[in-house]
Nanobody, 126 residues
Framework: QVHLVESGGGVVQAGDSLRLSCVAS????????MGWFRQAPGKEREFVAA????????KYADSVKGRFIISRDNDKDTLYLRMDSLSPNGTAAYYC???????????????????WGQGTRVTVSS
């Protein structure tokens, strides 16, 4: 079993920045890729970013390219999401997630991921 705990969400104004964190346990963290998804009220969960096991390769949704950065610190078993230039459409619950199998970079679909954190809420005001 993999346990994931997100933190760092909050209420911010448009243009502000946040860094989300996700602490993992129950698996050899450094052997697996990881991802972030988000879900706005009344909408489907959508892919945000993914990263390879050592952080050498990353993937981003087109909607966040150039503004968000996914990274990891394997010595701390922690995944990060740096979010800059936030806008109201960034308002959502953000979820850290891990796949069942080790992946170079996990695919951008929620069915590929088997373990999810509880989510951390981000609210961006105008």
């Amino acid at each position: 079993q993999v346990h994931l705990v997100e933190s760092g969400g909050g209420v911010v104004q448009a243009g502000d920045s946040l860094r989300l964190s996700c602490v993992a346990s129950g698996r050899v963290f450094s052997s697996y890729g990881m991802g972030w998804f988000r879900q706005a009220p009344g909408k489907e969960r959508e892919f945000v970013a993914a990263i390879s096991s050592r952080g050498a390769t990353t993937k981003y949704a087109d909607s966040v390219k150039g503004r968000f950065i996914i990274s990891r610190d394997n010595d701390k078993d922690t995944l990060y999401l740096r979010m800059d230039s936030l806008s109201p459409n960034g308002t959502a619950a953000y979820y850290c997630t891990a796949p069942r199998q080790a992946c170079k970079v996990p695919p951008p679909v929620p069915t590929a991921y088997k373990f999810w954190g509880q989510g951390t809420r981000v609210t961006v005001s105008s």
